[in-house]
């Protein structure tokens, strides 16, 4: 039985790769075959032709419709097979596994769950990301060879930063501040500030400050798959913490997650900030998250490696795991609640 | 317990490659050493020394003898120990199992079964390929990562050839062209006429066909391991489809399947023709079936890896799926008849 | 359950190799962190931090302290946690297992075992290696892709030289000299000698023997996994099997394995001779052995391979493997004294 949440939106692809040729991915353990269809919606279908097991995508797009490329059987963009070369029946079984896809924020997001229950105005939405004041840079599908929750672990800890991340994100002023943490419903907020201390070396490349400042994160974690981090930083005394934020320079750094497999995540991350800056400032700065986030990759994979080779081994707890450890519990939580009989999961 | 039929002869090796040194090969999950002895004969040997598990290709050839590389043990070519170095008695269970081999159509072939019953004027043999008035061109040793029922369901398979092949074997007027079949004693015939269209791309090349042919396709399958495909071209009008094949391009492409284990399969191919060429037509012919059938590799290796992957996965059936059908029962009825009691199979 | 022996001193690594940054090694399944401290100690920790399980290898050592790479936990030369970031109290569970480490004849060596059995006075020794009439040349850490106990058995038969290693240690002269061994208290001695034939092509390239020469191999092997070979030769004639060995040519060669795991061996080789040599005489010694155990490595890992294929196997015995037979008891039997009650195995 499936161990992932399935009545959910999860990200799937760069809306910006998805045209009209067919392209592989993988979700929750399922192979899918993608491509825009002629009225532009992204149409996703379970990679595997039902005759031979041949993966459509090995077939060819002919208009709308899809033909394996083995016999030439041709599913519609809802599935359903409409040729069986040599033959006048179509079998009742021929039909491919579709799923309700939706666009937003540059992202094609995915249902794999009760298509009854897809609605679209669930899509995971940042209203900064469409406002005329603030400015997004895309950034890569990120592929981490870790199950997606230990992503999710390291993206309810802020405390990580302060060892991990030294030459971008975190310095080691913060290595002992507290870390709090928050669940409202599907959600755990995780925070701290670290006041009157020099600027992360991040905000003193693109930042212009020239004293202490007020830094905060905070880690918004929308289970199963979302994380949006809140975090910028304003002079010290301008009042920052008690919510003065009128100059301040803040960033929203999205990584939407896709769970492939037990043993792959893709983290389709970018960045939505309070400024507008050249494309040359823009690049700089994806590059210098580029290189904090391949430094979550390398201990993410080792870890997992590790929890392969050891899965009897217990790990000790600490301070900083509550919020990670809530965040497992909402999730199983969800789970749980699907595999409850089908009524009640609906009425709740 | 085996999953193979064993009491068959099967295409092991081009006999252009085994000479007097040793020489690695693999067939029903069994590694194999072979050497062409001083009598000019395929000696095949389990490739492993009773003593120490070393491969024995890893040895030495002393004449006719193999020789350990370990500890010098040495085999004759009934595979019976003739030398122990350090003692004078040999151990009576110092054997290493021998397989009858016998050669036919530039093909070493071996008996994986009781040997007893291995009957060299039983190796399969086309008339056409000694004949005078007809020339044969030996093709690859193509190694596909599938079992080798797989490609022999290929083989039984008309109908993928209009989508799969379509630069060279194939072309769009045989898709709807139903397929026919006929069970024999164990073999299959499985065929169909695509009359009164353009020749296809091949014959396009090396025809000289000024108008519509009418072509036959005619898949000769002897079980378990064995498939030639007649197929041809005549002007429509000539009475091809009536038996008058007197001017026709007609080819025998042959495939020697060697069941190297559960994911591998090599395709000994060769064709036998009609008609004489220069080396450069025949090189340029081989080219052409060379591409079609990495088209077929490409093809069976996905589909291997979905059957390794969702092995609970029900194919749905279509018509044109009779004759590999008939083939697999054709083939399960030959194992379960040589795991019935030793004497009954004596006397199938 | 481990099916090592435990209570023993494994050679791990060079001592040249071990500076004070951060090594992984490999022993008996586990994976370790080694650091030379700064009072010159080797430190040995489990490489894995007890909180998240990144390997702590991936950590940094500040001081004579490691601190994990991704929350900072600190843990000193005893394996004890002695700061949490974020926290002030540790909890008592935050160790890293630690294991006791030793220094001699160039090799760092290690106790896998009950630390309180750990006397380095049993640490190996070989006396001719800091005498200053013999000259010794370290060699390599060459990695085998098999169980040590099969390097083990190499290292037991001294019939195998003559088929393996022709051009360096053996020649044909010993094809059929029969072996003895004798076994002591934890130790087998397997040794033959071969007289009155042509030296070994090592011997002819690097003694100057007139004549035919008398040559032993005495293989020491103190299990569990350490093999010293002793081999030389003299003229025949000069008294060498009677004991007069003054004019000789004599080489402890040394085997340190380190059981990696049980698909793993390194082999830490080194050669203690009765004669010093320019050290471009020592390279080319050195070269004839890494030539030698290339040979040797070939094989080992071949078998391993057919092991792993064919656990069914069940190998004929002969008579050199007399000796390897008593070798494998006698480790068998060092395994089950450890797993019976833990006061008798101190008794013991």
Redesign the interface.
Known sequence: MSNYVLNTWYPLAWSRDINNSLHKRRIVGKDLVLYRNSAGNVVAHVD?C??????LS?GKLKGDVL???????QFDCSGKCVR????DII?S??VVATYPTHENMGLVWIWMGDPALADTSKVYDLPQYHDANWSSVEGDALEIGCHYLNLA?NLCDP??V???HLTTLGSSAG?????HHEKQEGKLITWRWINDAPAIPLFQKFGNFKGNVDRWHYYHYHAPSIAVIDFGSALTGTGAPEGNRDDCIQIYACHFMTPVDEDTTIDHWLHVKNFKASEETNKALSAEFRSAFQEDK??LE??HQ??RK?PE?R??????DASPTRMRKMVQGMIEAEKAPAKEAVAA
């Not at 033909?67 to 059987?73: D, L, N, R, T, V």
């Not at 290595?175 to 870390?179: A, F, G, K, N, S």
């Open positions: 595997m039902p005759h031979r097991m041949l993966p090995q033909e394996c490329g083995y016999h030439g059987m069986v070369p040599g033959q079998p079984n021929a672990d405390a990580h302060n060892f991990v290595e002992d501040v507290p870390v390398v201990i080792a870890i590790n929890e050891y081994h790990p000790i707890k600490l301070a900083i």
